[in-house]
């Protein structure tokens, strides 16, 4: 089944300690990129990347960190998380094949930072 | 700099009605646009695109949107609600002329009435 995965789904954790919520797709899509959703914000891509190796800077970089060392692969990294980093995040993959296709989106995950 | 507007936080229609969900967008190229829908604790699934082409585009679930390059708009449109329909829906859109970030609205919550 064609789909992207994202784990963990829930996560707790307190200010300053580094964590990593991993994003996986098998599609093989080039195309992968993060957004986190607030209320009443819709969706801000954090960071996306065209292809392994090749990362970008989406509307709201701060405080995250990306990488893609594996087509199928695309962490998100908080090297020390802060309180308004808590929200919503969503990993979506896509394929180009001449032209920009639609997303496939994970499941989410809800992230608190106390 | 590019961006995605939905003038609507809410729109409410009685089921077996039409329904409209608005969305303009600015641009320095030609745009890709693009609407999804998310269901409650779900990730975001692709509704339909436009890329180029005729400016009446129809999707999933019966949802179609129009294309109007002068007003610079991408509305949803359905010609019969369905309770079924009742969701929060994203307008997107990717600017040709520039880099490949993808920009989100954010978010119009359509409530179908029974």
């Known amino acids: 089944e064609a789909q992207v995965t994202q784990n963990p789904r829930y996560l707790i954790t307190v200010t300053g300690k580094k964590l990593t919520v991993t994003c996986s797709q098998n599609?093989?899509?080039?195309?992968m990129s993060w957004y986190r959703q607030d209320p009443g914000l819709g969706l801000r891509q954090i960071y996306y990347s065209m292809n392994v190796e090749v990362t970008d800077k989406g509307d709201v970089p701060e405080g995250y960190k990306v990488s893609r060392k594996e087509k199928r692969n695309f962490p998100l990294i908080l090297e020390s998380p802060s309180p308004n980093q808590t929200s919503l995040y969503f990993c979506?993959?896509?394929?180009?094949?001449?032209?920009?296709?639609?997303?496939?989106f994970g499941p989410g995950t809800r992230l608190t930072v106390l | 700099a590019q961006s995605v507007a939905q003038p609507e936080d809410q729109v409410n229609v009685a089921e077996g009605n039409p329904l409209t969900v608005k969305c303009t967008y600015s641009v320095s190229g030609n745009p890709y646009l693009f609407w999804y829908v998310q269901y409650p604790n779900r990730g975001l699934q692709f509704l339909l695109k436009y890329i180029t082409g005729d400016n009446l585009v129809k999707g999933s679930y019966g949802f179609e949107a129009e294309f109007n390059k002068s007003q610079t708009s991408f509305h949803l449109k359905k010609p019969s609600a369905l309770v079924s329909d009742s969701a929060l829906y994203f307008c997107a859109v990717r600017d040709t002329g520039r880099d490949d970030k993808i920009i989100f609205g954010k978010g119009t919550r359509l409530h179908i009435l029974p």
């Open positions: 979506a993959s896509t394929s180009f094949s001449g032209t920009y296709n639609e997303q496939f």
């Open positions: 599609m093989n899509h080039e195309y």
